[in-house]
Nanobody, 123 residues
Framework: QVQLVESGGGLVQAGGSLRLSCAAS????????MAWFRQAPGKEREFVAA????????YYADSVKGRFTISRDNAKNTAYLQMNSLKPEDTAVYHC????????????????WGQGTQVTVSS
């Protein structure tokens, strides 16, 4: 059973940066695509970014394109989300997911999820 654990969230001022990590254990990390989704209070979970198993392909929501960068280190079984130029509307719980989705933006296509890490951006 694959387990995912996120870390790196926190409180940051608008314009600041954070780097989220998603550490995987219990499976073959390098065979899974990885993604980040976020959920703000009262809102549905939304797609943020995804990366293919090899790291050769990445995908981003329009709202974060140019500000966020997803990456992975298969040797360390860890995926990352570098978040720059943060805005108050980025405030949410960020979850990482792993699996072999048909569509990267579909959270239902991921088999494994972490518990989430809170990101709060103050204005």
């Amino acid at each position: 059973q694959v387990q995912l654990v996120e870390s790196g969230g926190g409180l940051v001022q608008a314009g600041g940066s954070l780097r989220l990590s998603c550490a995987a254990s219990g499976g073959t990390f390098s065979s899974y695509s990885m993604a980040w989704f976020r959920q703000a209070p009262g809102k549905e979970r939304e797609f943020v970014a995804a990366i293919s198993w090899s790291g050769s392909s990445t995908y981003y929501a329009d709202s974060v394109k140019g500000r966020f960068t997803i990456s992975r280190d298969n040797a360390k079984n860890t995926a990352y989300l570098q978040m720059n130029s943060l805005k108050p509307e980025d405030t949410a719980v960020y979850h990482c997911g792993g699996g072999r989705p048909r569509y990267y933006r579909d959270y239902g296509g991921y088999d494994y999820w972490g518990q989430g890490t809170q990101v709060t951006v103050s204005s």
